[in-house]
């Protein structure tokens, strides 16, 4: 934040508390920042007024819940908690220590509480405190509440980028909302809008894909639905964009490993979703990453937090660090010798609020009475999080009703959301007109697979659900099949295929001999609640793109039986297996879709439902390919590999359909020379199929001359439209200067004049897509 803005906000503090002192006494006078009709500013000015320095570091403070302790001390011994990511304890600190510092206003936040009964507790003990400050309570509903049991679990991040569907994030979003609201939390430590460079990363299914574009839309919405434009209310909650920044194209693709990248990509492919979440949607917190970027641990870096997204961006709400960072930057990354001095780095760079636990609190106290952090700066940092609770309303009203919980989550209302979601997550990569299934004429199916009927469709971030809540693939497909005139039969197998022996896959084969097809259902595995068997989420990354285990020698040992094969893949991490392409007869990608991920997927297998999905990133045919993406520079494949294609298994935006679709010649109306210029782009698409379907127009450009090197493509359109067969519709996207814009030989924010190639089509592949020429006069000069 600015200077001015530091002097102005002390000054403000100061004269307030000068007031106050000159107040004549009344014992029945309630302060004024108890007054809920007072503006915000005011309350918050106010209450820092009357608060000690210790009172104020502690709102900086946050600590996971007593009940989460609990179980943390029982799964983990003391030196797996300190490389847990997941579960945490403070040694020679129990639960009766959190609930006793809670009521003195020890503890401004706390994460990993659950359930409504342990939030009323915690706030009931936050009263008795000296100014009854109520407590933020923060949690990971990245794709719903699904840390909670009963909770909508919708679709993951990754499957919600395969839907192209901005406005469906935004209803998740509001959605999310209300449940974790309901019980008891008021901020979603979500959207991760990393920018997916390296497929290895585990957290690949936290993401929204590998374009800028696409994952900026998805956040901008899944912020405005969690926050809508002004998160004051009981029915709104705080967003965090996440994770500041570019941990997702780590030198090995392993999590907090080091980032190594130039200015000009972190500008051109990692900020500008940050960008938007600041500027558009006026998110209200912001998470830095484990990772350090250049040298530069994250959690220090003063230039990305203060200089570039406070001061030149605008960003006004607070930074949180990720699990333990702040200890990292001394006993990992080794800039500073102690915690206290990494404490007093992370603040003074812009760090508002600690996660999690002791001692940071006394360091930054110190820091402040020592001269090494100015009290300026924790003055904004705890006004920050004063002015979160104020707005959330939760001075007014910090409690839930339990009675209350079980009307407002997991709703009619809801769990139609999820089913719609799940749907348009359908992805179909491969169809040799086996599907869809219909008139089986009494033919046998045998389901069976590492996936096949377990919650690996739930994804990361998702607590066991009851079952009666969640519909596997086979229970979908089961409920099905008869409609449609087949029998089904499951074969169940572990979902731990690394576990998988040579006996597992003959009694499946034995199975297959039975039946006219096989659906064999394949993925990887993201259960949080079994840490030690998972195959692929936080801290599980890979070094391979294929399947875990004996799943693709399951495959092969069944085709071989000479039937139809469909594959059908639970993963939340990209899968590439090209003999698997090559060879079965039909491929659905279903990533991570949720509750209703079984009803989704035998819909589409069944022909109820036309899959309409288009894979957000780039799937290599091996992992010797990376970096493959699709916005790659024009010198990237003059060469080629000695033992490998170099081009992938499936392009980004690629997905089919049961119908077919005619393109026509993109048009274009309009000119861009000067900053408020506009050009509008109209494409005719028609279904010239037999079958309604959903389709995803796409639109790139091309800077065809530069003065520096510019990607092949870049997305910057996209609309999901619906077509009745035989119907033709026109889609209008509309580019101003900001879609052609880049940073030049000198770091400026411009267009430059010359030709661009506009190209609209079904997929980012050439031969689908038709252009049109837009030719800028002048050069633009914006800010970026």
């Known amino acids: 934040m600015s200077i001015k803005k530091i002097f102005t906000l002390t000054t403000a503090i100061a004269l307030t508390a000068f007031l106050l002192a000159f107040q004549a006494p009344k014992s029945d006078r309630k302060p004024l920042y108890l007054d809920a009709d007072q503006p915000v500013e005011l309350r918050v000015k106010d209450l820092l007024s009357r608060m000690t320095l210790e009172e104020k570091v502690a709102q900086m403070c946050q600590y996971v819940g007593p009940e989460h302790m609990k179980a943390a001390e029982a799964d983990l011994t003391e030196e797996e908690m300190k490389k847990s990511d997941a579960q945490g304890f403070y040694l020679g600190i129990f639960g009766k220590d959190i609930k006793r510092m809670a009521s003195e206003g020890k503890i401004g936040s706390f994460l990993h509480v659950i359930t409504a009964e342990e939030a009323n507790e915690l706030q009931e003990l936050a009263l008795k405190s000296p100014h009854k400050i109520p407590l933020l309570i923060g949690i990971d509903a990245i794709h719903g509440n699904g840390l909670y049991r009963g909770a909508t679990i919708y679709p993951t991040p990754i499957s919600m980028a395969a839907t192209w569907d901005d406005e469906m994030s935004y209803r998740i979003g509001r959605e999310t909302a209300a449940e974790m609201r309901a019980t008891g ?45 002004d998160f004051t209310g009981e029915d709104k909650v705080i967003a965090c964009a996440k994770h500041l920044i570019a941990g997702s194209q780590s030198v090995n693709g392993l999590n907090s490993a080091p980032t190594d990248v130039s200015m000009r990509t972190l500008r051109e492919v990692f900020l500008p979703p940050y960008r938007r979440a600041v500027q558009e949607a006026d998110v209200f917190s912001i998470m830095a990453a484990h990772n350090e970027v250049n040298g530069i641990p ?24 990720d699990w333990n960072d702040v200890s990292r930057i001394s006993t990992l990354h080794r800039t500073a010798e102690t915690f206290a001095e990494a404490s007093r780095l992370a603040v003074n760079a812009g760090l508002d609020m600690h996660m999690h636990g002791p001692d940071f609190a ?35 009203n910090p409690f839930v009703k339990i009675e209350e919980v079980g009307q407002k989550v997991f709703t009619p209302a809801h769990k139609e959301t999820a089913l719609a979601a799940a749907r348009r997550v359908m992805t179909l990569l491969k169809n040799d007109g086996t599907l869809p299934l219909q008139n089986g004429g009494g033919k046998k199916i045998l389901v069976t697979g590492s996936n096949a009927d377990n919650q690996t469709t739930l994804g990361d971030w998702a607590s066991p659900q009851p079952e009666e809540n969640v519909v596997t693939i086979w229970e979908g497909i089961e409920e099905k099949a008869e409609k449609h005139g087949y029998t089904a039969e499951l074969h169940e197998m572990s979902h731990l295929a690394k576990q998988w022996t040579d006996a597992d896959l003959k009694a499946a084969v034995e199975k297959a001999k039975t039946a006219d097809m096989t659906i064999l259902v394949l993925g990887e595995n993201s259960f949080r609640h079994d840490w030690p068997n998972k195959t692929t989420g936080e801290n599980i990354d890979r070094a391979t793109l294929a399947l875990s285990g004996k799943q693709l020698q399951l495959a092969k040992k069944i085709k071989a039986l000479g039937k139809p094969v469909i594959v059908v893949y639970v993963n939340g991490s990209l899968i590439s297996e090209p003999w698997i392409q090559n060879n079965v007869s039909a491929v659905l990608e279903t990533w991570e879709a949720g509750s209703f991920a079984g009803t989704a997927a035998a819909e589409v297998l069944f022909g109820e439902y036309n899959p309409g999905g288009k894979l957000p990133l780039t799937v290599p045919r091996s992992v010797g390919q990376l970096q493959m993406i699709y916005n790659h520079k024009p010198s990237t494949y003059k060469h080629k590999y000695h033992t490998e294609k170099k081009f992938p298994l499936h392009v980004f935006g690629y997905g089919l359909s049961y119908t077919t679709y005619k393109y026509g010649a993109p048009r274009i109306e309009g000119s861009i020379d000067d900053a408020n210029g506009t050009v509008k782009v109209s494409v005719a698409v028609t279904n010239s199929g037999k079958m309604p379907g959903e389709e995803i127009v796409q639109l790139y450009i091309r800077d ?81």
């Open 185 to 229: 939390s008021h901020w979603a430590f979500t959207p991760n809008i990393d920018v997916l460079r390296d497929p290895r990363w585990g957290r690949t299914g936290e993401t929204f894909g590998e374009d800028p574009f696409l994952v900026g839309n998805m956040g901008v919405e899944t912020i405005k639905g969690l926050q809508t434009d």
């Open 298 to 321: 994250a959690h220090q870096d003063e230039y990305m937090m203060t200089d570039l997204l406070r001061d030149e961006w605008g960003f006004d709400g607070f930074y949180v660090s």
């Open 362 to 396: 006394e360091h930054i106290a110190d820091g402040v009475r020592s001269g090494k952090v100015s009290e300026d700066r924790v003055n904004l940092a705890c006004a920050k999080v004063l002015e979160a609770k104020f707005r959330l309303g939760l001075f007014e």
């Open 704 to 784: 065809e001359v530069s003065s520096v090197t510019r990607p092949v493509k870049e997305l910057k359109g996209y609309e999901r439209i619906s077509l009745a067969a035989g119907e033709t519709k026109t889609v209008t996207f509309t580019l101003d200067a900001e879609a052609l814009a880049f940073f030049d030989m000198k770091m400026n924010y411009v267009v430059e004049p010359g030709s661009f190639k506009i190209m609209t089509g079904p997929s980012s592949k050439n031969k689908d897509l038709q252009t049109v020429k837009l030719t800028v006069k002048n050069k633009i000069e914006l800010k970026g």
